[in-house]
């Protein structure tokens, strides 16, 4: 291909094909959602609210593996090449959780799915911020987010059509899944006209290569010194040997890793995959029958897709530190009244709509601050030989608290209720503030590499991580 004209239109065409894997990652985890209830049926799946449970998780169990050999294979083979490689895997699972004959298949092709979910969460992110200029970034990697709750809302969607459309047929959930492999063939045939990440060619000494890119998603008078750049970072680099876990023993790397591990955990303790996977179970248990709840949860997606543009914009105007802290001030509040109401309104008529209209301002502070950020700032602060597998680990921790809060959710709604359950998440919520407020840092308008200079400098002159918020 020759040089490309128009840098800014064929940065949003590379955003738009790689966030497909956002898509396949939004659907996936949101289809079941509105398919448990199908599924469960005597004459289908048969599921108990444990079986249910390890359905649902078993997906967010492979996504932690997924997310860790992810990383490391795309450190070492490149990004665009494992993007398509995962399509054909999101393609195969799709295709045998869709004809899974009983819970043992199920269960395995959704550890298998989740194989790609995990992987995308950690590559996508990271291909758009390594191609992203510094002032774009922001933006384009939370395009991912915008992405990813657009499957959901389409996951929703599809639901609530079919279920009301063809509810009779108890088979419906298998077409509610088989849906997705769409957007996986749409991922496979994007990603062959993507070029590589430029930053990751010039980690494997592809500098010529590295810079005919730069070429193609640059202004002219940005090629020279963000090239000049990567070259300085990658000669400071050089020599040294494939990055691996024991690189945990240098300090500072050690404390980026432990401020990812906890931007992660924070993000999934809110609670919010309670909502996306179970939403049409909640709005069951707060008094909507089964078509009703499929309809109702096409507002949280809605929702969900809208506060995702806001909070684009809002990335624009504001720091990731004191969005983060008012998304989790907002999560936690409504997650405190949900459980509030549920408990003193408990059997009333208005109690799903309360919930409803709780679980969409819930909502709107999750993917509106919470979410964008997370994503953002998993990608932004890992230096480049590090950054597959400082966001492997980071990932692989989300997941797996991801994966125990879908298998114990509804286990607990059936033993402890739909108060008690929202009163652990309050409490969840109300840690989570405490740790951003003692050590998130600010990245916002800083190139990759100056972030790597910072989190080398003052990490290793300051045990405090939060220190880098304040330097100049």
Same mark, same amino acid.
């Given at each position: ?114 194989? /790609? %979910?995990?992987?995308? $969460?950690?590559?996508?992110? &990271?291909? *758009?911020? =390594?191609? +992203?200029?510094?002032?774009? #970034? ?94 300085? /970072? %990658?000669?400071?680099? $050089?020599?040294?040997?494939? &990055?691996? *876990?024991? =690189?945990? +023993?240098?300090?500072?790397? #050690? ?94 008529? /208005? ?122």
């Amino acid at each position: 291909m020759g040089k490309h004209r128009n840098p800014s239109s064929f940065l949003r065409t590379i955003a738009f094909v790689a966030t497909f894997g956002g898509i396949l990652f939004g659907y996936d985890t949101g289809v079941i959602n509105g398919a448990l209830p199908y599924m469960s049926g005597k004459d289908q799946l048969n599921l108990t609210p444990v079986t249910e449970g390890l359905v649902t998780s078993t997906l967010l169990f492979g996504a932690a593996f997924g997310a860790v050999f992810g990383g490391q294979l795309s450190d070492r083979y490149g990004r665009r090449k494992n993007l398509l490689y995962l399509a054909v895997l999101f393609f195969l699972a799709t295709l045998g959780c869709t004809l899974a004959p009983n819970v043992t298949a199920m269960v395995i092709c959704r550890i298998l799915l989740g194989l /790609a %979910v995990g992987a995308a $969460s950690v590559i996508v992110p &990271a291909f *758009l911020a =390594e191609m +992203a200029p510094a002032n774009q #970034r922001g933006r384009m990697v939370t395009m991912q987010d915008l992405m990813v709750v657009t499957g959901q809302l389409l996951a929703y969607i599809f639901n609530a059509i079919l279920g009301n459309t063809m509810g009779d047929d108890a088979g419906v959930w298998r077409y509610m899944l088989v849906i997705a492999t769409l957007p996986a063939v749409f991922l496979w045939f994007g990603m062959l006209i993507v070029p590589e990440s430029p930053r990751w060619l010039a980690s494997k000494g592809k500098m010529g290569d590295a810079l005919r890119v730069l070429q193609r998603v640059r202004e002219e008078n940005q090629v020279k010194s963000e090239f000049s750049e990567i070259q300085t /970072a %990658v000669s400071e680099e $050089s020599g040294k040997k494939q &990055a691996t *876990l024991k =690189e945990l +023993a240098v300090p500072w790397v #050690r404390r980026i890793v432990f401020l990812g591990i906890g931007i992660s955990i924070v993000q999934q303790i809110t609670g919010v995959n309670s909502i996306m996977y179970y939403g049409t179970e909640i709005l069951k248990n707060s008094g909507f029958n089964t078509e009703g709840a499929l309809i109702a949860n096409i507002a949280n997606g809605i929702v969900s897709v809208l506060a995702v543009f806001v909070g684009i914009w809002l990335l624009g105007k504001f720091g990731r530190r004191p969005m983060l802290l008012t998304g989790l001030i907002g999560t936690t509040t409504s997650l405190l009244l949900i459980g509030i109401f549920s408990s003193i309104l408990e059997g009333s008529p /208005a109690l799903p709509f309360v919930v409803l209209s709780l679980t969409v301002t819930f909502l709107a502070f999750q993917q509106g601050a919470i979410s964008p950020v997370t994503w953002l700032m998993l990608s932004e602060i890992f230096p480049l030989r590090l950054r597959g597998l400082g966001m492997g680990v980071s990932v692989f921790c989300l997941w797996i608290v991801n994966f125990l809060i879908g298998l114990l959710f509804p286990v607990l709604l059936a033993h402890i209720g739909l108060s008690t359950t929202f009163f652990i998440f309050t409490a969840l919520g109300i840690l989570a503030i405490a740790f951003v407020k003692k050590y998130l840092p600010e990245t916002k308008g800083r190139t990759l590499e100056q972030l790597e200079h910072y989190f080398r400098t003052y990490g290793e002159q300051d045990p405090r991580i939060d220190t880098i918020r304040e330097a100049k």
